[in-house]
T-cell receptor
Framework: DAGVTQSPTHLIKTRGQQVTLRCSPK?????VSWYQQALGQGPQFIFQ???????QRGNFPDRFSGHQFPNYSSELNVNALLLGDSALYLC?????????????????FGEGSWLTVV | AQSVTQLGSHVSVSEGALVLLRCNYS??????LFWYVQYPNQGLQLLLK??????LVKGINGFEAEFKKSETSFHLTKPSAHMSDAAEYFC?????????????FGTGTRLQVTL
């Protein structure tokens, strides 16, 4: 049973460029969240997708956008990259049943995508 | 707002010694609490979770945590540290906004295990 998979694992971008990060959730999971972890910090919630819609966003600018596909996989897009966007981007998946949130359901994280902006 | 505070950004113990990593929470509703571990250059791995069942929660790798409402604490312990326990540990609380659920993490505690 594959866990949460993310790609790419590492990438380097230049300021002003755009980046797309990808995530496949754990089998059976339908909810995907994205977190940003800056060096020496705890992960910060970016947004969450369920049924192909963004339903919660953290304190991140509109440069950060995402998408969820019918197969539950997800993309995180960041436009106009800034040096401060350099971080580990983590994807997390969980399962909900008929829209009812089972808060006890375990949230699984991927290995992350390391983004360096130069 | 729900939040967690981890006391001590760095903890150093000798191999075989007791590990105690502190986490205090703030929540207006009964919290769902988690401990995650992050090894160097890796993602987050769930150690254990508290979801209002037993107050003493046992996790993987010999770790356990006790939920104490009176102290608003959820400290992580392990009786005997092993070199392989050296990692960053994060306490987190799950916030349910009604439309989504998100984890709010503490700033982390780096555990060093020495010979």
């Amino acid at each position: 049973d594959a866990g949460v998979t993310q790609s790419p694992t590492h990438l380097i971008k230049t300021r002003g460029q755009q980046v797309t990060l990808r995530c496949s959730p754990k089998s059976g999971h339908d909810t995907v969240s994205w977190y940003q972890q800056a060096l020496g910090q705890g992960p910060q919630f970016i947004f969450q997708y369920y049924e192909e819609e963004e339903r919660q966003r953290g304190n991140f600018p509109d440069r950060f956008s995402g998408h969820q596909f019918p197969n539950y996989s997800s993309e995180l897009n960041v436009n106009a990259l800034l040096l401060g966007d350099s971080a580990l981007y983590l994807c997390a998946s969980s399962r909900e049943d008929r829209g009812i949130q089972f808060l006890g359901n375990t949230i699984y994280f991927g290995e992350g995508s390391w983004l360096t902006v130069v | 707002a729900q939040s967690v505070t981890q006391l001590g950004s760095h903890v150093s113990v000798s191999e075989g010694a007791l590990v105690l990593l502190r986490c205090n929470y703030s929540s207006s509703v009964p919290p769902y609490l988690f401990w995650y571990v992050q090894y160097p250059n890796q993602g987050l791995q769930l150690l254990l979770k508290y979801t209002s069942a037993a107050t003493l929660v046992k996790g993987i790798n010999g770790f356990e945590a006790e939920f104490k409402k009176s102290e608003t604490s959820f400290h992580l312990t392990k009786p005997s540290a092993h070199m392989s326990d050296a990692a960053e540990y994060f306490c987190a609380v799950l916030l349910n906004t009604g439309t989504a659920s998100k984890l709010t993490f503490g700033t982390g505690t780096r555990l060093q295990v020495t010979l």
